[in-house]
């Protein structure tokens, strides 16, 4: 029984996992506030999640930050990116009516991209976390994953669904860990993925 305890026991184990998610989820929000820095400051939050995945030592708020700033740019680029397409996406389905007898044929294809955009939006952040790629490459990579490995897509989008339903019964757990218990439970879906195409290559470790 003391070794449940111990410092590498379940307990402490445990312990860390949640004082991770509470501090990042955390830094997420304030990172957020802008609204544009949404992209960069979830490409942090996964950078971090994905250190607790690969059991890796973490430095909460250095980790977190220093991959806020490396991955800045593209991060924002990314993010606005998807914001413009599915802003597209909502006003031609909202306004499909508009089209006549196009609609039958403009609106499924509407509705297709969208499930599409919804699927590279699964694995882009956490890519941009874990590799040196081109934004160009990281939305090829996301397509590619996404649809290849279906089923740890569907996975990710139905843990999303089940951690919003469970957490919105008890809002303090859904204030303090919903976007961070998100991030981890999907990272530890994703890596398995990740590890039969680029098991050896990462970006390279945020230290000084």
């Given at each position: 029984m003391s070794g449940f305890f111990r410092i590498d026991g379940p307990f402490y184990k445990f312990g860390m996992i949640v004082y991770y998610l509470m501090v990042t989820n955390f830094l997420w929000v304030i990172f957020s506030i802008p609204l544009f820095t949404i992209g960069a400051s979830t490409t942090a939050l996964f950078y971090v999640m994905g250190k607790v995945v690969r059991d890796e030592d973490i430095s909460t708020f250095k980790d977190y930050w220093k991959s806020f700033k490396m991955n800045f740019k593209q991060g924002t680029f990314i993010w606005l990116i998807m914001v413009a397409v599915f802003f597209v996406l909502y006003v031609n389905i909202r306004n499909v009516s508009l089209m006549g007898n196009m609609a039958k044929f403009i609106y499924p294809m509407q509705i297709a991209v969208l499930i599409e955009l919804l699927i590279i939006s699964v694995y882009v952040f956490p890519l941009l976390s874990r590799y040196n790629m081109t934004i160009r490459n990281i939305f090829k990579m996301s397509f590619f994953l996404?649809?290849?490995?279906?089923?740890?897509?569907?996975t990710c989008v139905a843990s999303l669904v089940a951690i919003y339903y469970l957490f919105s019964k008890v809002p303090g757990l859904f204030i303090l860990i919903f976007v961070s218990s998100y991030a981890l439970v999907s990272y530890y879906i994703i890596n398995?993925?990740?590890?039969?195409?680029?098991?050896?290559?990462?970006?390279?470790e945020l230290e000084e």
């Open positions: 996404g649809n290849k490995h279906i089923f740890s897509t569907i398995r993925v990740f590890q039969k195409y680029f098991p050896d290559k990462k970006k390279e």
